[in-house]
C-alpha cells in the first residue's frame, strides 16, 4: 500500500494541471545551500470542504487523503448523508459535495435562492448490493418483484416473514436494514425497486452508516439490507450478496466489476456523482487543483476502495465537461434516472 501510494503520490506532483499551478503560485518548496524547506502548495490555511454521500465518501477520503500528502493542503470529508451535503452546500457551508443520486429540484431550488451555481460530476459506478445473513440458503437469488414485495410502503406490518414473500421460502421473520431517508442510495434504490423515489415500508432499522448495515444483517439469520458494492466487498465473508432478476425467468446477476460494466447488473447499477460549487473552483485554486486531482489521478484510488471507473471515453468527457466549468445538471427536473449514460448526461448541459 505504501509503494503504491508513493507512486501515486509522485504521479500527482508530475500531471499537468499540477505543474500549471505551482508555476503560478511559485515552487512548491525553497532551497538554500544547506537544506531544503518544504512549504505547501497552496496558502496555509487553504481547506478544501466536502460532505454528502456515505457511499460516495471512500472514494473521496482515498483521494483526500493522497491529496493531502502531495500538497499539504487540508481536506475535510463530512458524512451527512447526500440530502445532508446537499442542504450543506446549498448553504455555502461546502466546497464540494458528494452524492449517490442527482441534485433533486428543491435542492437546485436552494442552491439558486443562495446564488450557488454548481458542476455535476459523475465520478465512478457503484451497484447497490441487495445481502442477506449467510446462514439464509433459500434467497440467494431474488427477482425484482420480489423485493418490492419486502420493501414497498403497502409492506409495512404485512409482509414480516420470508414464506409471505415467497412461499417455497422458510417460516423465519424477516429483519430489515437499509439507509436512512437523507441517503442517495434510499432514493435510488426505491426508485429503481419500487418504481417512485422514497417509496418504501418504514419499519426497517435505517442507519446513514453502512457499517451499522452490515452488522445487522450479519448478526440476524432473517437479515436482509442493501448499500453500496464497495462496503459489501469489504464484509463478504459477513454477507452473503443476492443475484438480482428484472423479472421471472431470467437468470438473477451477482453486482461485480464485469457486470456493472456491460450492463447486465440492471436495475441496480449506477453513477455517483460529486457536485462542485463553481465560485470554488473559479476563486479557489486548492479546490480546482483537488478536482483535477479527482478526475485525472483518482483512477487506481476508485479501483483500490472496490467501484467501478468510468470507461476511458466517458472520463475524458467528464474532465472536458469540468475543465469548461459548465454550471447545472444532466437530469431533468432533478429526476433520477435509471440506466442513465454519461455522455447524455454531460450532453444536456449547455
Not at 508555476?23 to 505547501?40: I, R
Not at 478544501?48 to 493522497?66: K, N, Q, R
Request: glycine residues 8%; contains cysteine.
Amino acid at each position: 500500500m505504501q509503494t503504491f501510494r508513493s507512486s501515486m503520490i509522485k504521479g500527482f506532483i508530475q500531471f499537468t494541471s499540477a505543474i500549471a499551478i505551482a508555476s503560478t503560485l511559485g515552487a512548491c518548496s525553497k532551497s538554500d545551500d544547506s537544506n531544503t524547506v518544504e512549504e505547501p502548495m497552496f496558502e496555509p490555511n487553504a481547506i478544501v470542504t466536502i460532505d454528502g454521500s456515505s457511499t460516495v465518501f471512500p472514494v473521496t477520503e482515498a483521494v483526500a487523503e493522497e491529496f493531502q500528502i502531495a500538497t499539504k493542503t487540508k481536506v475535510t470529508v463530512g458524512i451527512s448523508g447526500t440530502g445532508g451535503g446537499f442542504k450543506k452546500f446549498c448553504r455555502g457551508e461546502t466546497d464540494i459535495s458528494g452524492a449517490s443520486r442527482p441534485i433533486k429540484q428543491k435542492e437546485i431550488d436552494k442552491c439558486k435562492e443562495a446564488g450557488i451555481e454548481f458542476i455535476e460530476l459523475p465520478v465512478a459506478f457503484d451497484a447497490l448490493t441487495v445481502v442477506i445473513n449467510p446462514a439464509n440458503d433459500f434467497a440467494k437469488e431474488m427477482t425484482v418483484a420480489e423485493l418490492k414485495t419486502i420493501w414497498g410502503p403497502e409492506a409495512q406490518e404485512n409482509i414480516t416473514s420470508w414464506n409471505q414473500v415467497n412461499p417455497d421460502w422458510p417460516d423465519q421473520p424477516l429483519k430489515l436494514f437499509g439507509p436512512g431517508a437523507d441517503s442517495g442510495t434510499f432514493d435510488y434504490f426505491t426508485e429503481a425497486i419500487i418504481g417512485k423515489s422514497k417509496s418504501s415500508r418504514g419499519d426497517f432499522t435505517a442507519s446513514e452508516d453502512d457499517n451499522v448495515l452490515v452488522t445487522g444483517v450479519a448478526g440476524d439469520k432473517g437479515g436482509i439490507g442493501y448499500f453500496g458494492y464497495a462496503y459489501y466487498e469489504e464484509n463478504k465473508d459477513k454477507l452473503t450478496a443476492v443475484a438480482v432478476s428484472e423479472e421471472a425467468g431470467k437468470a438473477g446477476v451477482l453486482p461485480s466489476k464485469a457486470s456493472i460494466e456491460d450492463g447486465t447488473y440492471q436495475p441496480l447499477a449506477r453513477p455517483i456523482f460529486i457536485y462542485v460549487k463553481k465560485s470554488a473552483a473559479q476563486e479557489k485554486a486548492h479546490v480546482k487543483a483537488f478536482v483535477d486531482y479527482y478526475l485525472e489521478q483518482g483512477r487506481p484510488l476508485i479501483e483500490e476502495v472496490k467501484y467501478v471507473p468510468l470507461p476511458a471515453e466517458d472520463q475524458d468527457a467528464v474532465i472536458a465537461h469540468w475543465k469548461a466549468l459548465k454550471a447545472g445538471t444532466g437530469f431533468i427536473e432533478g429526476k433520477a434516472e435509471v440506466g442513465v449514460k454519461i455522455k447524455d448526461l454531460l450532453d444536456r448541459v449547455q
